[in-house]
């Protein structure tokens, strides 16, 4: 594995100025939500696996993993900064079969 010791930076330092919601994402919140099922959210540190089926091969896979997250934390009521680990899938599917999965489950440390 490979470090590079510089402090990382948040998302909420990137941009200089207020960012304001757009109504697509208002929109995209309403269909997630809408979609979302009843699940128990374990108690602790958690780690989710993330499965998102992209119609380009262009598509950045990081970029639709934070308001999708800000989403679920919202919808099910924990604090997304109890995420100590997560994992991510790309997938090119046809247009029109676009989807992002997810498993939330107990945070294990394995690298100790």
């Given at each position: ?25 208002d ?33 950045d896979?990081?970029?639709c ?9 919202k ?11 997560f ?21 294990k440390?394995?690298l100790?």
């Amino acid at each position: 594995m490979y470090r590079v010791d510089v402090k990382p930076l948040s998302v909420n330092n990137v941009f200089k100025g207020r960012r304001f919601r757009t109504k697509e994402y208002d929109i995209y919140e309403m269909q997630v939500r809408n979609k979302l099922q009843q699940i128990s959210i374990p108690e602790g540190y958690l780690s989710i696996k993330y499965k998102v089926g992209f119609s380009s091969n262009g598509s950045d896979l990081d970029n639709c993993i934070k308001p999708f997250q800000d989403i679920i934390s919202k919808y099910y009521g924990f604090n997304d900064n109890r995420i100590y680990h997560f994992e991510v899938f790309k997938e090119i599917v046809k247009k029109g079969n676009e989807y992002i999965s997810f498993e939330i489950l107990p945070y294990k440390n394995v690298l100790q």
